[in-house]
Nanobody, 119 residues
Framework: QVQLVESGGGTVQSGGSLRLSCTAS????????MGWYRQAPGKQRELVGI???????FYSDSVKGRFTLSRENEKNTVDLLMNNLEVEDTAVYYC?????????????WGQGTQVTVSS
């Protein structure tokens, strides 16, 4: 069982920056993918970005060019640097980890951290 602990949320003005961090523990297998999703009030959870390793990441169009993922595989951590934040980025951000095994794929989630961007 993988546990994910997030940190770094908070309130920032539009145009500001925040860094979210997530640390995974308890995994007996290699974590294949780590990333972040977000859920705004009244909306479905959506992908922010995912990363397998250096140079191997994917971002949603809404954050591309503003957000950057970084991952340290040895430490099982993933950071999300968010620059030029917009009011529309306000949401609860969830860390995600994916472990692919022969029998199935396992998805793990953190409890979420609130990001609020004020105008």
């Amino acid at each position: 069982q993988v546990q994910l602990v997030e940190s770094g949320g908070g309130t920032v003005q539009s145009g500001g920056s925040l860094r979210l961090s997530c640390t995974a523990s308890g995994s007996e297998n290699r974590i294949d993918v780590m990333g972040w999703y977000r859920q705004a009030p009244g909306k479905q959870r959506e992908l922010v970005g995912i990363i397998r390793g250096p140079g191997n990441s994917f971002y949603s169009d809404s954050v591309k060019g503003r957000f950057t993922l970084s991952r340290e595989n040895e430490k099982n951590t993933v950071d999300l640097l968010m620059n030029n934040l917009e009011v529309e980025d306000t949401a609860v951000y969830y860390c995600n980890a994916v472990v692919n095994r022969i029998e199935r794929t396992y998805n793990y989630w953190g409890q979420g951290t609130q990001v609020t961007v004020s105008s």
